[in-house]
T-cell receptor
C-alpha cells in the first residue's frame, strides 16, 4: 500500500525567502504527482503537476521529481504572506486506479512579512 | 480555476440517521470522487465514479455508503445509517479524464452525535 510522507510538518519563512517542502513515497511505479494547497475552509488548489523526472515550473512554484529516490519536492520562490496554507503532496499511478490519489499529512507553511 | 461546490459546509446529525452530502462538480467533467479526512489525519480515498458506476472503492467505503449522480445533476454521497466514526470532512472532486487533474471542493464537515 502506498505511503506518502511529507516534511517538515510545519515551516516558517520570511517573505521573499525560498520555501522548500519535501515528499517521499513508497511505490516506485507511481507516475503522477501533484502539489495542492489548502487555505482554511477553502477547497484544494492545484499548484503543479509532474509526471517525469526533473523539474516542472508553474509561476513561483517548482516541483522536482526523482523517482529513483522516491522523492518529490516543491519550491516556492519569493513566498508571500498569502501563501500561508497547508501544502499537500498527492501521488498516484495511472492505470487501473483511476484518479485514486494518496495524500501526505501536509506541511503547514507560514510566511511572515 | 474550475470550481467544485459542496453543500452544506457543515452538517450535524444524530447517530443512526441518514445523511446525503451534495456535490456540484465541474460541468464538463466525467470522473467523480469522494475523499474522507478525519481530524488530524490525511485525506483518504473513498470512491470514484464514472459513467454511472462505481469504478473503485476503498475499505473505508462501508456498506452503509452509496453514491449516485442522477440525471447528471449533483453527485451525492449517502450514508445510511450513520455511525459516530463517520464524523469527518468529506471532500468531493471531479476530473475531465482519469489522468487529468482532480479539482476539489471545500469539503462538508459531518458531525455525527
Amino acid at each position: 500500500q502506498q505511503k506518502v510522507q511529507q516534511s517538515p510538518e510545519s515551516l516558517t519563512v520570511s517573505e521573499g525567502a525560498m520555501a522548500s517542502l519535501n515528499c517521499t513515497f513508497s511505490d516506485g511505479t507511481s507516475n503522477n504527482f501533484r502539489w495542492y494547497r489548502q487555505h482554511s475552509a477553502k477547497g484544494l488548489e492545484v499548484l503543479v503537476s509532474i509526471f517525469s523526472d526533473g523539474e516542472k515550473e508553474e509561476g513561483r512554484f517548482t516541483a522536482h521529481l526523482n523517482r529513483a529516490n522516491l522523492h518529490v519536492s516543491l519550491h516556492i520562490r519569493e513566498p508571500q504572506p498569502s501563501d500561508s496554507a497547508v501544502y499537500l503532496c498527492a501521488v498516484s499511478r495511472t492505470g487501473a486506479n483511476t484518479g485514486k490519489l494518496t495524500f501526505g499529512h501536509g506541511t503547514i507553511l507560514r510566511v511572515h512579512p | 480555476g474550475p470550481k467544485v461546490l459542496q453543500i452544506p459546509s457543515h452538517q450535524i446529525i444524530d447517530m443512526g440517521q441518514m445523511v446525503t452530502l451534495n456535490c456540484d462538480p465541474v460541468s464538463n467533467h466525467l470522473y467523480f470522487y469522494w475523499y474522507k479526512q478525519i481530524l488530524g489525519q490525511q485525506m483518504e480515498f473513498l470512491v470514484n465514479f464514472y459513467n454511472g458506476k462505481v469504478m473503485e472503492k476503498s475499505k473505508l467505503f462501508k456498506d452503509q455508503f452509496s453514491v449516485e449522480r442522477p440525471d447528471g445533476s449533483y453527485f451525492t454521497l449517502k450514508i445510511q445509517p450513520t455511525a459516530l466514526e463517520d464524523s469527518a470532512v468529506y471532500f468531493c472532486a471531479s476530473s475531465l479524464g482519469r489522468r487529468n487533474t482532480l479539482y476539489f471542493g471545500a469539503g462538508t464537515r459531518l458531525s455525527v452525535l
